[in-house]
């Protein structure tokens, strides 16, 4: 299958500081990318959609000026939390797609922790 | 919100059991994936599925894509402890669209 990779895998900041976290598609180019937020013993929450060149699609309820996406190549998306919260602490993890319909494959998932 | 209704929540098996787990809709779904989560990790897809009826295998693991396009199961056929693991349904409505997943199944394979 296709390799999604996220990096950092975890990451610890003070509250107040922004954290960047990058996708990248390693061996195909990725028309959509996807950023899902998980809680404990829940299921994947869809915070937005973006698609190269263009501006992401947030879910309702999810701050566009809070959760910063950036989907400026095809193999790159960043999410970057502005000002982060210790409600803000939770997995978060990318998924790419390359084509329309179906598969899409996701990368390994990174844990953030406010403090 | 969660729209797909998935069961059930969690099992408790032991080893060399087969297991099954389905995903219900009350709307038609084009495409249907399985994925499985290990704890720290991002879901890895196991089985996608695109037409109506369709049976696919993967190993010991066998979904079908339910006639209806409503439904889904994943079968685990004599499981091993590294079975072990939070299984998730998506579909997708139709091309280009946003998945809809399930709530999981935890599933505990015992030694």
Known sequence: ?115 | GQQLNQSPQSMFIQEGEDVSMNCTSSSIFNTWLWYKQDPGEGPVLLIALYKAGELTSNGRLTAQFGITRKDSFLNISASIPSDVGIYFCAGQRTSGSRLTFGEGTQLTVNP
């Open chain 1, 1 to 115: 299958g296709a390799v999604v990779s996220q990096h950092p895998s975890r990451v610890i900041c003070k509250s107040g500081t922004s954290v960047k976290i990058e996708c990248r598609s390693l061996d195909f180019q990725a028309t959509t990318m996807f950023w899902y937020r998980q809680f404990p013993k829940q299921s994947l929450m869809l915070m937005a959609t973006s698609n190269e060149g263009s501006k992401a699609t947030y879910e309702q309820g999810v701050e566009k000026d809070k959760f910063l996406i950036n989907h400026a190549s095809l193999t790159l998306s960043t999410l970057t939390v502005t000002s982060a919260h210790p409600e803000d602490s939770s997995f978060y993890i990318c998924s790419a797609r390359w084509t329309g319909e179906g598969e899409a494959f996701f990368g390994q998932g990174t844990r953030l922790t406010v403090v």
